[in-house]
């Protein structure tokens, strides 16, 4: 099955130039982009947090080790999809690893049906994150066209309270609150108040 698509980068992270070569053959045979590193501090030295892609990487390596650069993706807040690789790896520190986020722990040698399964798992986290990353941009934009009124209004709404209600705490009349209503949703983009509140899900209205 090849990737579904172009832009999407298989970094591998091995100090085994052989391993490196064998991985790197196989996954552009399964129609995926690879860049390779001999050590995780290569990698993070020219990492870009904004290119698609997931990490595949040595749980055992001279200098960081796959859980140190796991750790510090996390403290960058670079949610970079990872699966790790061990030859020698124990149950807690494959448990820590996958408490963390990551996509799979993977046996060496490794099954190359189970390793382009993670990947394509992978592949698929890294999209649906990427996409919910750009809808919220879009709705955060819409929130800074709003006025204070406004955004008090969407609050109030998205929390299901009624304009009766809502002009009772905002100490204005039903009729504005009617007015506010509108252009919060004509500038949200919105067509009801189910759509607000999916849209803001997760996103801060104070």
Request: charged content about 25%.
């Amino acid at each position: 099955m090849l990737s579904t698509t172009t832009e999407f980068i298989v970094f591998l992270i091995d100090d085994d130039p052989a391993i490196l070569k064998a991985l790197g053959r196989l996954l552009r045979a399964a129609g995926y982009q690879t860049k390779a590193y001999q050590s995780a501090d290569a990698f993070l030295k020219e990492h870009d947090a904004s290119i698609p892609g997931c990490a595949v990487l040595d749980h055992a390596m001279p200098g960081l080790s796959g859980l140190d650069l796991q750790e510090a993706l996390a403290r960058q807040g670079i949610h970079r999809p990872i699966i790790f690789l061990t030859g020698q790896g124990t149950i807690p520190e494959s448990v820590k690893a996958m408490r963390a986020g990551a996509v799979n722990y993977l046996t060496k040698p490794v099954d190359n049906v189970e390793l382009l399964s993670a990947i394509r798992l992978a592949e698929e986290r890294d999209k649906t994150r990427r996409d919910a990353e750009a809808r919220n941009a879009i709705v955060r934009q819409r929130l800074a066209k709003l006025t204070r009124r406004e955004r008090e209004t969407l609050k109030l709404v998205t929390e299901g309270f009624l304009n009766k209600q809502i002009a009772g705490v905002m100490g204005v009349t039903e009729k504005t609150i009617k007015v506010h209503r509108m252009r919060v949703f004509k500038k949200m983009g919105a067509r009801n108040v189910v759509e607000l509140v999916r849209m803001t899900a997760g996103i801060s209205l104070e």
